[in-house]
């Protein structure tokens, strides 16, 4: 099992970025996503994580109103868009697969993990 995430970058605060993450099929449908991050020095923090049907969103509400997961089943593959970044959202991002239908905040509940993708945000 692969999940490969991308997208990370540097951005200014009040920027935005979306991040990518692609699964096998076989991963992808059977579970839902999330995505987690991980400042410096700080534990892994749930950032939002999104229904295997789609259906349904769950947000951090550190980023609720900022951020939107989504996905898109045709291609396997979860999205974070991330608005009016600030640089408190500084971190690795990771993407993570839940086999199952609800996603948790719980990373611990999440069976597969992509390598993380570094969002920097400058003042």
């Known amino acids: 099992v692969q999940l490969q995430a991308s997208g990370g970058g540097l951005v200014q605060a009040g920027g935005s970025l979306r991040l990518s993450c692609t699964a096998d099929e076989r991963t992808f449908k059977s579970s839902a996503m999330g995505w987690f991050r991980q400042a410096p020095g700080k534990g892994r923090e749930f950032v939002a994580g999104?229904?295997?049907?789609?259906?349904?969103?769950v947000y951090a509400a550190s980023v609720e109103g900022r951020f939107t997961i989504s996905r898109d089943i045709t291609i396997n593959t979860a999205y974070l868009q991330m608005d009016n970044l600030t640089p408190e959202d500084a971190a690795v991002y990771y993407c993570a697969a839940d086999v199952g239908a609800f996603p948790t905040r719980n990373p611990g509940s999440y069976e597969y993990w992509g390598r993380g993708t570094l969002v920097t945000v400058s003042s």
């Open positions: 999104i229904t295997r049907s789609g259906d349904r969103a």
